[in-house]
């Protein structure tokens, strides 16, 4: 099976476990993120893919072929870390043409790769510059292309554009995007920034509590977050518990019934957790409450640019609502609303 797989994957640093019970096939020619908080595991299991750290269990294969203990540098992966470790004394064309003398290729065609390269990293004028004389971006663009100089069968990321600034980094992923796109390279990309992940990955590792929490595309993820765990740190979103009645409604704790087909397979009287995202969550004028509509007051108004954020107190829960401007109809603190909640857009989340 071509990409790579691991398999009952795991790390122990003495009696502390790093990551445990990894199993994951990711499909070649795919950009994938590791997401999730510091310390649940991301660059330990990506140090694993490396060959930079042993596994305590388990296998890693890519395309069939065992590689759990071949050494790094005999794995051909291309591999840029947060300090990008560039050579601060050689300049931009001798640091991209590094990998390629250690591999032994001539000079010539070190060189005919490096022109290649500082081509498509549009850097063609920087060859003999130092890379200390670069701005970050620059310097971001080689450590990519020295990563990617022999034709890596895999390209690791580990948190690359956490020095930059938000408005570099954002063009840099747009570039790492179409750089990977363009190579049809595999890619992992290690971050803890949910927006990072979600906008450049094909498919999303969510790591919690040094184990897989759920693998999926961005949209997957975000719309149908497999726990709690997941719904809370991927977007923003209204989490609140509830009961379920055993009919397809749930109960909310200061009163109230709403329609969750989702609740349907549940015996009535669990104790549950919902998600309802914020976009999700439709204000109207204050009307009597009927099927999936409430009634409430708002208690907070928040003007974020093109959107308000309205949190509304109803059913002992509080709301967040992200609306237009018009949405929101000229709403106050104090004022009575009613919220819909759409039964499509109200999730039952798994423990
Ligand atoms: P961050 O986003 O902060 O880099 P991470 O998700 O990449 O975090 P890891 O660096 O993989 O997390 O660490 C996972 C766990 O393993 C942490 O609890 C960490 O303290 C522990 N750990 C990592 N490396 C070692 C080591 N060499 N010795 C002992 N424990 C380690």
């Known amino acids: 099976m071509t990409g790579l797989i691991l398999q009952n994957v795991e790390k122990y640093y003495g009696s502390a476990c790093a990551v445990t019970d990894v199993n994951l096939h990711l499909p070649a020619g795919k950009l994938v993120c590791f997401l999730g908080p510091s310390g649940c595991g991301k660059t330990t299991l990506l140090r694993m893919i490396a060959g930079l750290e042993s596994l305590s269990s388990g296998e890693i294969l890519l395309d069939g072929e065992d590689v759990s203990h071949t050494p790094a540098h005999e794995r051909n992966f291309g591999m840029v870390f947060q300090s990008l470790a560039l050579f601060p004394h050689m300049t931009v064309g001798e640091n991209i043409a590094y990998p390629l003398k250690l591999r032994g290729v001539r000079k010539a065609g070190q060189q005919a790769r490096v022109v290649e390269l500082l081509e498509m990293i549009q850097l063609q004028q920087m060859l003999d510059r130092p ?36 408005k570099l980094r954002e063009s840099m992923q747009v570039e790492i995007r179409q750089l990977q796109q363009r190579l049809n390279i595999t890619t992992i ?65 200061g009163g109230g019934t709403l329609e969750v087909p989702g609740s349907a397979p549940l015996v009535a009287g669990a104790a549950i957790k919902m998600l309802v995202r914020p976009e999700d969550v439709q204000l109207s004028p204050h009307q009597a409450p009927e099927g999936n509509r409430l009634a409430g007051t708002v208690t907070f108004i928040r003007d974020i640019g093109a959107t308000i954020e309205t949190t509304v107190e109803c059913g002992g829960v509080s709301l967040t609502s992200l609306t237009t401007p018009s949405q929101a109809f000229g709403l106050g603190v104090g004022h009575p609303v009613s919220i819909t909640l759409p039964a499509e857009a109200c999730r039952v989340l798994g423990a």
């Open 189 to 253: 990309l290690v971050t803890h920034d949910q927006r990072e992940a979600m906008t450049m990955a094909d498919i999303v590792v969510v790591l919690g509590e040094h184990r897989v929490q759920q693998v999926g595309t961005p949209i997957e993820i975000y719309r149908n977050p497999a726990n709690e765990f997941v719904a809370d740190f991927i977007g923003s979103g209204n989490i609140f518990a509830a009961v379920a009645l055993g009919n397809g409604q749930v109960g909310l704790p």
């Open 131 to 166: 890379v200390a004389k670069l701005s970050g971006g620059q310097r971001q663009r080689v450590a990519i292309a020295r990563a990617i100089a022999a034709h890596p069968k895999l390209l690791l990321l580990d948190e690359p554009l956490s020095a930059l600034d938000a």
